[in-house]
T-cell receptor
Framework: GENVEQHPSTLSVQEGDSAVIKCTYS??????FPWYKQELGKRPQLIID?????GEKKDQRIAVTLNKTAKHFSLHITETQPEDSAVYFC????????????FGTGTRLTIIP | KAGVTQTPRYLIKTRGQQVTLSCSPI?????VSWYQQTPGQGLQFLFE???????NKGNFPGRFSGRQFSNSRSEMNVSTLELGDSALYLC??????????????FGPGTRLTVL
């Protein structure tokens, strides 16, 4: 089955700096990679996703890159703000995988004012 | 559209008891997936139901079961509770179209504590 590794487990950055979270996956059949943000006591919410036929996707201050050959993908947050503090999860799924998301172990991001 | 809802939000049980959790998906969504979230194991997939059929299953013991009704609402049952079952149980709904890139929308979760 799929295995997703995520690093780092914790990350502290100064407000205004950039943050990068990296994930690797094992199953070459995975072709859809969503990122979820979970604030304390709240539900995970999708913030950005990327399909395997795309190398990069950007949405305002958030971007995701995918390297299919190396089987890794990364989340980039620029100009970080205090409200970016949360736990971020990467995930991998095959769109023929019947909705079974395999998650990374999460990264606790803290933005230091 | 209303979001995914789960009931109850909090539950306290003792070892050996059983529990039933409920999830109402977004209107029109036919797929409901269940995940267990713990500090040690993260988010782990339990199973997925689509059109009243279990379509996929994770690596959990048979004490964990579920079902889905014709209105797509889903229930999850855990029998013979163990201390290690204490967790946040999240359900997620999606259209479930096979071959599509379906976004999964999560409910607020049910926090289960086993004493």
């Amino acid at each position: 089955g799929e295995n997703v590794e995520q690093h780092p487990s914790t990350l502290s950055v100064q407000e205004g700096d950039s943050a990068v979270i990296k994930c690797t996956y094992s199953d070459s059949a995975s072709n859809y990679f969503p990122w979820y943000k979970q604030e304390l006591g709240k539900r995970p919410q999708l913030i950005i996703d990327i399909r395997s036929n795309v190398g990069e996707k950007k949405d305002q201050r958030i971007a995701v890159t995918l390297n299919k050959t190396a089987k890794h993908f990364s989340l980039h947050i620029t100009e970080t703000q205090p409200e970016d503090s949360a736990v971020y999860f990467c995930a991998a799924i095959s769109n023929f995988g019947n909705e079974k998301l395999t998650f990374g172990t999460g990264t606790r991001l803290t933005i230091i004012p | 559209k209303a979001g995914v809802t789960q009931t109850p939000r909090y539950l306290i049980k003792t070892r050996g008891q059983q529990v039933t959790l409920s999830c109402s998906p977004i209107s029109g969504h036919r797929s409901v997936s269940w995940y267990q979230q713990t500090p040690g194991q993260g988010l782990q997939f339990l199973f997925e139901y689509f059109s009243e059929t279990q379509r996929n299953k994770g690596n959990f013991p048979g004490r964990f079961s579920g079902r889905q009704f014709s209105n797509s609402r889903s229930e999850m049952n855990v029998s013979t509770l163990e201390l290690g079952d204490s967790a946040l149980y999240l359900c997620a709904s999606s259209p479930g179209d096979w071959g599509a890139y379906n976004e999964q929308f999560f409910g607020p979760g049910t926090r289960l504590t086993v004493l």
